[in-house]
């Protein structure tokens, strides 16, 4: 397994792909709203750009800032080495041209949509008359759909990156991170509990800092202890 494998926010925005089924549907419901008051390419053309536009922009220029989860996010100088290099990751032209490879995917879908949208015409939310609700339903169902998609399309570009090639990638400079990604939310100090392996790492600490610290805590009160003479007396104090 990877290193970089157990950063749960990896993990959390691949998951996020799950819902892009139901913002299709939805989307799919918007289009099924009545007949078309504009030609059929403009139509398709105006859901696409609202859909599609403002999350490629994202991705290309600020990619979304993955160290958060709905409306709270961690400061980006609480953020560790690994992180850092998973950012830089985030950044690379490999992702930029992943992020492109997916708006034409989703634009293709669009078109899909909008060809079998008649079929959901009983189950249409607004009646008839209302297109242009139906429209703006459709184009903000599919903005959402490219942000649940494009997200974890990039996050899993980072997933598949090499162990020796995610090693020699340089940490992003903490000072740039909140310029160059985009950061929603409110910032917090940490958003998620410390691993097990993080918090038993203290307890895995050699004898000899027990003993030091056992030394200090007599020491302040009254009494001096070597913690080597504690070592040897604790060792030769057992019973035969």
């Given at each position: 397994?990877?290193?970089?494998w ?41 859901v ?19 160290f ?52 959901a ?37 980072v ?12 940490p ?7 310029q ?61």
């Amino acid at each position: 397994m990877r290193s970089f494998w157990s950063e749960p926010f990896l993990w959390i925005h691949v998951a996020g792909v799950a819902v892009l089924p139901i913002f299709l549907g939805l989307c799919l419901l918007g289009l099924a709203v009545g007949s078309p008051l504009l030609p059929v390419w403009l139509e398709v053309f105006l859901v696409g750009v609202v859909g599609i536009a403002p999350v490629l922009w994202m991705q290309w220029f600020r990619p979304f800032y993955i160290f958060s989860i709905l409306v709270v996010a961690v400061k980006p100088q609480n953020l560790t080495p690994l992180q850092q290099r998973i950012l830089s990751r985030l950044k690379s032209s490999l992702n930029r041209g992943l992020d492109l490879f997916v708006a034409v995917l989703l634009a293709i879908i669009l078109w899909q949509l909008y060809r079998f949208a008649p079929l959901a015409a009983g189950v249409a939310p607004f009646p008839p008359q209302w297109r242009l609700a139906g429209l703006l339903w459709a184009a903000l169902a599919f903005l959402a759909s490219n942000l649940f998609l494009q997200v974890p399309a990039s996050v899993s570009a980072v997933l598949l990156t090499p162990e020796s090639e995610f090693a020699a990638t340089k940490p992003y400079a903490l000072e740039k991170i909140g310029q160059d990604f985009t950061i929603a939310g409110w910032q917090i100090d940490r958003l998620l509990p410390a691993f097990a392996g993080e918090t038993t790492a203290d307890s895995a600490a050699p004898p000899e800092s027990i003993l030091s610290s056992f030394a200090k805590e007599q020491s302040s009160e009254g009494r001096t202890i070597n913690p080597e003479s504690a070592h040897t007396n604790g060792a030769t104090s057992l019973p035969d």
